[in-house]
């Protein structure tokens, strides 16, 4: 039986590192390196693809991200795994439907039509809304580029202003607004596309604007190809990884994702404690150690949450301060390849670092210099991560 390569805990935190563009001189030039290398930012909270690329970059700053968003159209906002909003590649966008958005769309659609019936919206109320959202976006690009807010869209279509019951009968039941439902699945879909938003660069009130034409529902066989795609590009950037990480993080069903490891012919390597990972055939080398690194990195950064297991860059003991109760992770403090505490802005502007380890002085002194760097490039805007952590609070509350 071949010995297994061997990845320990060392040899994964350096291609994080390097991969990620984190380590002294992989800093990027433009937005879209960053994306690429990331595979996919999480972009719920918009500050955290804002601040992720900012971390990343050569010149800091958030004007390549909005030039990449909202100019050149060469990242894009998508819906993907796990039902999450994710900034991605453009040239990403085809798989990412393929593989994963057009099944979870599909079935958002079949729960639309359901909750809107039960409120005594028909499929054909349904189709009659979303061709006069449609039309009202048309009729307005002349005039308004950008796109429009719901709230404007709500102004021209009466039917987006309308509620439905939901949880009808159940102790969450509540009335849902139909903008809320529909221009949602619309974006899921792809019929609608989200652009500059009003306010600054943290603002989640988007603009909306018409799609492409959608594509055909994909087969079977596009859909298989599709996932080796994604799980391919992922491993470049995360290997080596378990199983359970990409069932984890693509949302797919454990048969589809060792289907998809086949496809792009991953190979088995044993990572530290013995457990199997997974590398793609052409990246079995070791790569070498980074020059010592820190970095403040969002909450929500596809770095921090690229892993199911995490315990080889965060302390176990460290969890209940960064992590939420829905297991979304703060803002965090990093130092060579693992987690050491976390950071915060308060309501006038300082941002505040927060150890729960001592890194030791050098790392003390970087950590300080990013701090310092992070208040410059925030300037006048206040940043609070839409999903909280008790160290983010407490840093906040002083």
Not at 17 to 29: E, F, M
Not at 121 to 139: E, I, K, M, N
Not at 227 to 249: I, K, M, Y
Not at 376 to 387: H, I, K
Request: charge should be neutral; include cysteine.
């Amino acid at each position: 039986m071949a010995v297994r390569p061997l990845f320990d805990d060392d040899q994964r935190r350096a291609r994080l590192a390097r991969r990620h563009r984190l380590a002294p001189g992989t800093a990027a030039d433009r937005a879209e390196q960053v994306v690429d290398d990331l595979v996919a930012v999480h972009a719920t909270d918009p500050a955290t693809v804002f601040l992720a690329v900012a971390a990343r970059l050569a010149a800091p700053g958030t004007a390549d991200t909005e030039r990449a968003l909202y100019a050149d159209g060469t990242v894009l906002r998508r819906h993907g795994m796990r039902k999450t909003l994710f900034a991605v590649p453009a040239d990403l966008a085809p798989a990412l439907y393929a593989s994963t958005t057009a099944k979870a769309a599909a079935a958002e659609r079949t729960r639309l039509l359901k909750d809107f019936a039960a409120s005594g919206r028909d499929a054909a109320w349904t189709s009659g809304a979303q061709d006069a959202v449609l039309a009202a976006l048309t009729a307005a690009l002349p005039d308004s580029p950008d796109g429009l807010t719901g709230s404007q869209l709500g102004d021209l279509v009466p039917q987006l202003r309308e509620t439905i019951d939901y949880g009808v009968g159940t102790s969450y039941q509540t009335a849902q607004p139909v903008s809320m439902r529909l221009l949602r699945l619309l974006g899921m879909e792809g019929t609608l596309v989200r652009r500059r938003p009003l306010g600054g660069w943290t603002s989640s009130r988007h603009r909306w604007v018409p799609g492409p034409p959608l594509p055909a529902a994909p087969s079977a066989a596009e859909r298989t190809a599709a996932q080796a795609e994604l799980a391919g590009r992922w491993l470049a950037s995360h290997g080596p990884a378990t199983e359970d990480d990409l069932v984890w993080w693509t949302g797919w069903g454990v048969r589809e994702v060792r289907a998809a490891l086949a496809a792009c012919a991953a190979v088995e390597v044993e990572l530290s404690g013995g457990t199997t990972g997974f590398v793609l055939p052409d990246d079995l080398a070791p790569v070498a150690d980074p020059a010592p690194w820190a970095a403040l990195l969002p909450a929500l950064d596809p770095t921090a949450m690229g892993w199911k297991h995490r315990d080889w860059y965060l302390s176990p003991e460290h969890r209940p301060d960064l992590v939420d109760r829905s297991g979304n992770l703060g803002p965090t403090a990093w130092w060579n390849g693992r987690i050491v505490g976390g950071w915060a802005q308060r309501p006038d502007g300082e941002v505040r670092l927060g150890l729960l380890t001592d890194p030791g002085p050098e790392a003390r002194a970087a950590l300080a210099a990013e701090t310092a760097a992070l208040r410059t490039l925030l300037a006048d805007t206040r940043v609070t991560p839409r999903f909280r952590t008790p160290l983010e609070r407490r840093l906040v509350a002083g």
